[in-house]
């Protein structure tokens, strides 16, 4: 891929997770690069090839992440897991946010999107089996499969949920990945039940990893915390 080509993606990535994919054109792509529309316009024709080409680097990126272990799991792992699905969502959270809009906009890129997911849940459950397996959770074949699908609902509408309550987060990075890692924070909420052995052991180090000292609830909806009130 040529240096201008990078570029571009880098920089289009950057301005769709701040602003918003639907108020990002191709000029304002161009100006932020200092280059012309027509210099963009030979390496992409259009913004649709640019979000195609940031969905390869998006589902790549998670997928080689959710490889199978090659090694009994530990909890260790388990966060490692955690923390690449907190890199994908943060990295390309435009995509999840816009999900629905990006997905009607352009049928191929819908159909390469289910055979995503498909791959990642098939991934995933092998990973819940491995878990399985080491005695880090206890649950039988049709708790494993809910416990995959609705961990895959978390992480593909939890940003979607953020940018619709908290719309000033787009412009407070900070602010916005607080909320993200509450995202995996309520991954880990879902498999709390069936925790055992070490994992439940390290359980309230999870928590606080991905929660913090904030309340979630009150994070989505821009509630102030005790603190704040007491100081106001």
Known sequence: MTSTKQKILDTSLALFNQ???RNVTT?????ALGISPGNLY??????GMIVSALFDRYQGQLLA????????MTWRVKVYYF???????????????????????????????RTFVQAVTERGALIFGELRNSGIIAVDDEQLQGLMVNTWVIMSSW???????????AGDEALDEKLMRHGIYQMICLEEPFLTGEAREHLEEMRARYRGA????????GMPTEEEEKAG
């Open 159 to 169: 940003a979607s949920l953020v940018h619709g309550l908290r719309p000033d987060a």
């Open 214 to 221: 904030d309340n979630t609830t009150g994070l989505l909806l």
């Open 19 to 21: 602003q918003g994919e």
């Open 83 to 113: 923390e690449s699905l907190l890199a994908s969502m943060w990295q390309f959270r435009f995509f999840h946010r816009d999900l629905s809009h990006l997905l009607h906009a352009d049928e191929e890129l819908a159909r390469r999107y």
């Open 27 to 31: 000029n304002h792509i161009a100006e």
């Open 42 to 47: 030979y390496h992409f024709r259009n913004k």
């Open 65 to 72: 992440s959710l490889e199978a272990p090659q090694a009994p």
